[in-house]
Nanobody, 115 residues
Framework: QVQLVESGGGLVQAGGSLRLSCSAS????????IGWYRQAPGKQRELVAI???????NYANSVKGRFTISMDNAENTVYLQMNRLNVEDTGAYYC?????????WGQGTQVTVST
């Protein structure tokens, strides 16, 4: 059973930082890609950042230069370091993994950025 568990969300002031963690059952190196998505109230879920098993990463334009995705295969965890947060970053953040053509989602962690 593949499970992804997010943690690290919370309330932060604009300009602050948070680090989200996505812990996988089993090795993260098994996944083809692992990504972070977010969903703001009343909006569609959108891709924030993604990292492949060989370490290649890509970001949404809105977070480039502020967010960094990384994978620690020794810890079976994918991180999302979020800096210079603004109110538009508020939402539920979900970890997503693709393994052998199947898609897995975590339960999400809430990020709220206040002014």
């Amino acid at each position: 059973q593949v499970q992804l568990v997010e943690s690290g969300g919370g309330l932060v002031q604009a300009g602050g930082s948070l680090r989200l963690s996505c812990s996988a059952s089993g090795s993260t190196s098994r996944f083809n890609v692992i990504g972070w998505y977010r969903q703001a109230p009343g909006k569609q879920r959108e891709l924030v950042a993604i990292i492949s098993g060989d370490g290649m990463s890509n970001y949404a334009n809105s977070v480039k230069g502020r967010f960094t995705i990384s994978m620690d295969n020794a810890e079976n965890t994918v991180y999302l370091q979020m800096n210079r947060l603004n109110v538009e970053d508020t939402g539920a953040y979900y970890c997503n993994g693709i393994l052998e053509s199947r898609v897995y989602w975590g339960q999400g962690t809430q990020v709220t950025v206040s002014t």
